[in-house]
């Protein structure tokens, strides 16, 4: 008989996990309190880009594959795997998510199954936190009755290269027994594991790595800034850095950072070490206001490109190309084009958007006014700024077509009616 999993949370990670352990063989239950987004899978309309409409369309024929919102579904349940939100509220971790997915599990936890934590979190969160709700709503005890484990999430929207089957997976146990109820599960349908001696090391690993890319990031943006004022060309710079085949790790600068991973994760490792020792963690601060100031620097370079040419940014049409943090996604959590619309706006500017990938702009995108993109756009806008370099976006048009571009990522050779950052 095949096993039984659910995958509570069904968004960027939620999803792909449910429908990679369905194809593994698992029949797999995709619990989301969201009741529009449930309606939506059973129709086999996904919302995520790594997973095709066909695919949804397949698994759900065949009995693979349950979306719902009714708890009652998850009972039988051999593996459950936690995968929602845990947001910040004011700079402080916000686990309630977590709190009530985990007291939904507990009322149908029965002995021998196991449960696994992926939302990104601090260190202690899966055996401080977690594991007294499990028992607490169950009776039952973590490890003696059932597996326990943490296993950060890797999901990379968008990324045609590395996705859940092949990206290594780290997992980790309260006991030998619950990691190897763990590790047995992902082995099922991820390429390799990477297993770790406890939850807490796995909890930190993943605010580790996304700790180095945000500290990263905020020294190239910088970089940028400063090469800019000093007349070098940065991106040439990167490129010829990028030669070394040892000691150096390209990274790129942008008009900001956006999604869970950088702007939201390095702040529960700082929180962690201010709340349990006392002490800051610098680097993050720092890398914080450097990658948070980004959408004030892409305005002030357009504003100084309206001075040299003697116009005024207010009254001024400019068009921003991208809404979704990253290329090719429709992904807008934190992403700085929301925070580079409010800057020009409130400046006087008149703003469109573009984002083909974006079908639905979020309740924070108030005001936003959405344009198409095509020549007649580009045409109008007497500034056009590139946030976000989709691949959808004619690049040949936008040069042909467009009075002034300032290029955020680089996607256009300098020169003429291009500036890049």
Known sequence: ???????????????????????????????????????????????????????????????????????????????????????????????????????????????????????????????????????????????ADFHLGYSPERIDPGNRQWHLGNTPKVVSGIDEASLAAVRRFYESFVDTVVPVGTPAAAELSKLVENTFRHVNIALVNEIAVYAHELGVDVWETLDAAGSKPFGFMRFTPGPGVGGHCLPIDPEYLSWRVHRTLGRRFRFVELANEINGHMPDYVVQRLLTAFNTRRRSLAGSRVLLLGVAYKANTSDTRESPALRTHELLRGMGAEVRVVDPHVAELPPSADGVTRAEFCAEELAAADAVVLLTDHDAFDYDLIRRQSRYVLDCRRRLAPGGNIEVL
């Open 1 to 143: 008989m095949r096993s039984k999993a659910v995958i509570l949370g069904q968004g960027y990670v939620g999803l792909p996990l449910a429908v990679r352990a369905a194809h593994a063989g698992h029949r797999v239950v995709g619990l989301d309190t969201d009741t529009d987004r449930v309606k939506r899978l059973m129709v086999a309309e996904s919302y995520v880009e790594d997973v095709p409409g066909e695919q949804l369309a397949r698994l759900l024929d065949d009995g693979s594959y349950l979306p719902t919102s009714d708890p009652k579904d998850l009972e039988g349940f051999d593996t459950a795997v936690i995968t929602v939100p845990t947001p910040l509220r004011e700079g402080v971790p916000d686990l309630t998510y977590i709190e009530h997915a985990a007291r939904t599990v507990a009322a149908r936890l029965r002995p021998g199954a196991t449960v696994i934590l992926e939302s990104t979190t601090y260190p202690g969160t899966t055996v401080e936190l977690l594991s007294p709700i499990l028992e607490s709503g169950s009776g039952l005890t973590a490890g």
